[in-house]
């Protein structure tokens, strides 16, 4: 089908689609290059530990084709579930339980009243993770996000291509942080926002600005796809 041929754009949200800083909007400029890239017959999406709630403002500016979310735990397209991983109760009761008693508190990442996916604020010096699930320790802000084993944003991003036909050859990534590194590696053209470690740098095949300088639209120039 002329969908393999498809090219597929995806993106981290925190300080890549977005300043996190500066609130949750995407800037007039990337707002319209992704309407440009549209146009083109790209096939755009995010990839994030985000609720879809959370999204709410930036979904309201550009409705994107398909949504990573939870890290993976919830995969959207358009309006369809087409893949669904919440965490077990038992492991989501577990965690909380150790979280109370080494004084951590947890944040819930849910869809429709379940838990797909924890954040634990400031957790790494206190807070000991096992195998039970998958974990990701932030090491600057200590934070431990944690999803379902093997969930993560890679395979989303997988059962999305596979549900649209897409070949994974045809992807280009934008990500940030540690987390995104998978991604970036599995992708076929990879950019790295400015200011990101240098571990995420280099696994990408470019770097770009921060996304304060909307370094989004400097790679989709720097890479001639606008």
């Keep these: 089908s002329t969908m393999r041929n498809k090219k597929l754009i995806v993106f981290d949200v925190g300080n890549t689609l977005i300043e996190t800083k500066r609130g949750i909007f995407i800037s007039n400029q990337v707002l319209s290059d992704l309407n440009a890239l549209r146009e083109k017959g790209y096939i755009l999406g995010l990839s994030t530990l985000r609720t879809e709630e959370m999204l709410a403002p930036i979904l309201a500016q550009f409705q994107f084709d398909f949504l990573v979310l939870m890290n993976g735990g919830l995969v959207k397209i358009g309006d369809c579930v087409v893949f669904s991983q919440p965490l077990h109760p038992n492991i989501v009761a577990d965690i909380k339980h150790q979280a109370k008693t080494c004084g951590v508190s947890v944040v819930d990442y849910s869809y429709d009243g379940t838990i797909y996916a924890l954040e634990l604020p400031c957790a790494k010096e206190r807070f000991v993770v096992n195998d039970a699930y998958q974990s990701y320790i932030w090491e600057q802000s200590g934070n431990i996000d ?28 934008f990500g940030d942080g540690y987390n ?14 400015g200011g990101a ?19 989004i639209s ?5 890479l001639e796809i606008l």
């Design 197 to 215: 470690p240098k571990e995420v740098c280099s696994v990408a095949t470019i770097t770009t600005t921060t996304a304060g300088e909307d370094g």
């Design 146 to 173: 944690i999803t379902p084993k093997n969930i993560t944003k890679p395979n989303g991003l997988g059962i999305v291509c596979r549900e649209l036909g897409i070949s994974t050859k045809n992807i280009i990534a």
């Design 218 to 222: 400097v790679a989709l120039r720097k």
């Design 180 to 193: 995104d590194i998978e991604m970036l590696k599995s992708a076929d053209i990879s950019v790295a926002m």
